[in-house]
């Protein structure tokens, strides 16, 4: 805990104030992380227009927020303790890349899941090299986009 409040910057006292162990920290910080998450992804709108602009928003929305990403997804044990309930969920996305084989700009041979786990590891990658200082952040949804269009549309 005394590392977590120099990072943040307060004091002990302060953070023992609120947060009783490391614990309870990290669980109130992965269930805020989700609700962020969340939050952006429906701010996305992915269900205007046509896939691949809701795919690029997504994306956008995604890297907008990556630092609570590579928090929740970096490391499994962060939502270890994290009931099913208030768990992520990948419905929208996945909704959205069915969305997008059924429109034909994503390859309808690929599963929907292979597509999100490809996806998902381009945005964690991405925004762990921009936080890492290896990316500008300006460009990281850009190349994210170009990565996986390239990566999933059909061929021809």
Same mark, same amino acid.
């Given at each position: 805990?005394?590392?977590?409040?120099?990072?943040?910057?307060?004091?002990?006292?302060?953070?023992?104030?609120?947060?009783?162990?490391?614990?309870?920290?990290?669980?109130?910080?992965?269930?805020?992380?989700?609700?962020?998450?969340?939050?952006?992804?429906?701010?996305?709108?992915?269900?205007?227009?046509?896939?691949?602009?809701?795919?690029?928003?997504?994306?956008?929305?995604?890297?907008?927020?990556?630092?609570?990403?590579?928090?929740?997804?970096?490391?499994?044990?962060?939502?270890?303790?994290?009931?099913? %309930?208030? !768990?992520?969920?990948?419905?929208? &996305?996945?909704? /959205? @890349? +069915? $969305?997008?084989?059924?429109? =034909?700009?994503?390859?309808?041979?690929?599963?929907?899941?292979?597509?999100?786990?490809?996806?998902?590891?381009?945005?964690?990658?991405?925004?762990?090299?921009?936080? %890492?200082? !290896?990316?500008?952040?300006?460009? &990281?949804?850009? /190349? @994210? +986009? $170009?990565?996986?269009?390239? =990566?999933?549309?059909?061929?021809?």
């Amino acid at each position: 805990m005394p590392e977590i409040a120099t990072v943040a910057g307060v004091g002990r006292t302060t953070l023992h104030r609120y947060f009783a162990d490391r614990e309870t920290l990290i669980y109130e910080a992965t269930l805020d992380a989700i609700r962020v998450v969340t939050e952006a992804a429906d701010e996305a709108a992915t269900d205007d227009g046509p896939a691949l602009e809701a795919m690029r928003r997504f994306i956008t929305a995604a890297v907008s927020i990556g630092e609570r990403l590579v928090f929740l997804f970096g490391d499994p044990a962060v939502l270890r303790d994290i009931r099913p %309930a208030q !768990a992520p969920t990948y419905e929208l &996305v996945l909704n /959205l @890349i +069915t $969305r997008g084989q059924h429109e =034909g700009v994503f390859d309808p041979d690929l599963s929907p899941i292979w597509i999100r786990h490809a996806l998902y590891g381009l945005i964690l990658q991405g925004c762990e090299q921009a936080m %890492a200082g !290896a990316l500008p952040r300006h460009t &990281v949804a850009p /190349l @994210i +986009t $170009r990565t996986f269009e390239r =990566g999933i549309c059909p061929a021809g």
